[in-house]
T-cell receptor, first 114, second 117 residues
Framework: AQSVTQLGSHVSVSEGALVLLRCNYS??????LFWYVQYPNQGLQLLLK??????LVKGINGFEAEFKKSETSFHLTKPSAHMSDAAEYFC????????????FGQGTELSVKP | GAVVSQHPSWVICKSGTSVKIECRSL??????MFWYRQFPKQSLMLMAT?????????EQGVEKDKFLINHASLTLSTLTVTSAHPEDSSFYIC?????????????FGPGTRLTVL
């Protein structure tokens, strides 16, 4: 079985500060890992994905994530937060015989203070 | 590329009526589509997996007779909420996998807000 845990349901940072959103996964097979962003009343937009290639993955809007197998983590970072980054962020895992299903974490709401 | 649309974007209906939500992949063929439900301030809950030309696979606890799913073509899946009740009010989101491949990536629609009075 696969699962995802996002530490911290709400993270608040100041504009220009580092953004760090934590994600730990559990998987009995090599996982595919994803970060999605959701703005209010909208669907999900893919930020980046890990597909067993490079462990440091760069995504859109300046976000990146590093896959660390030893720590079963896939934390999302951005060096400098913008006001427009305020949104809900979801980490998800897929793989194995799940039929392509995505298992989502609980989500982390990011607030950016001016 | 990889655009998924949903229609309607929001709907209000009376208790006891049925509502149909469409999910379309606009620029790719999707053999598999997924339907999710999301309550306010919560994560997405997978309701069912829809495969073109076959019956949908429902997750445990989801009533298949209440949430009817049809995937009649490679670009269209529909979710019908039958005899809707206020507790069915939620945000419904679909996603689609590109038939051409990609590492199990799903492309998401913008969601449909259902309010049952």
């Amino acid at each position: 079985a696969q699962s995802v845990t996002q530490l911290g349901s709400h993270v608040s940072v100041s504009e220009g500060a580092l953004v760090l959103l934590r994600c730990n996964y559990s998987s009995s097979v090599p996982p595919y890992l994803f970060w999605y962003v959701q703005y209010p009343n909208q669907g999900l937009q893919l930020l980046l994905k890990y597909t067993s290639a490079a462990t440091l993955v760069k995504g859109i809007n300046g976000f990146e994530a590093e896959f660390k197998k030893s720590e079963t983590s896939f934390h999302l970072t951005k060096p400098s937060a913008h006001m427009s980054d305020a949104a809900e962020y979801f980490c998800a895992v897929s793989g194995g015989n799940q039929g392509g299903k995505l298992i989502f974490g609980q989500g982390t709401e990011l607030s950016v203070k001016p | 590329g990889a655009v998924v649309s949903q229609h309607p974007s929001w709907v209000i209906c009376k208790s006891g009526t049925s509502v149909k939500i469409e999910c379309r992949s606009l620029d790719f063929q999707a053999t598999t589509m997924f339907w999710y439900r999301q309550f306010p301030k919560q994560s997405l809950m997978l309701m069912a997996t829809s495969n073109e030309g076959s019956k949908a696979t429902y997750e445990q606890g989801v009533e298949k007779d209440k949430f009817l799913i049809n995937h009649a073509s490679l670009t269209l899946s529909t979710l019908t909420v039958t005899s809707a009740h206020p507790e069915d009010s939620s945000f419904y989101i679909c996603s689609a996998r590109d038939r051409a491949g990609g590492p199990k990536e799903q492309f998401f629609g913008p969601g449909t807000r259902l309010t049952v009075l």
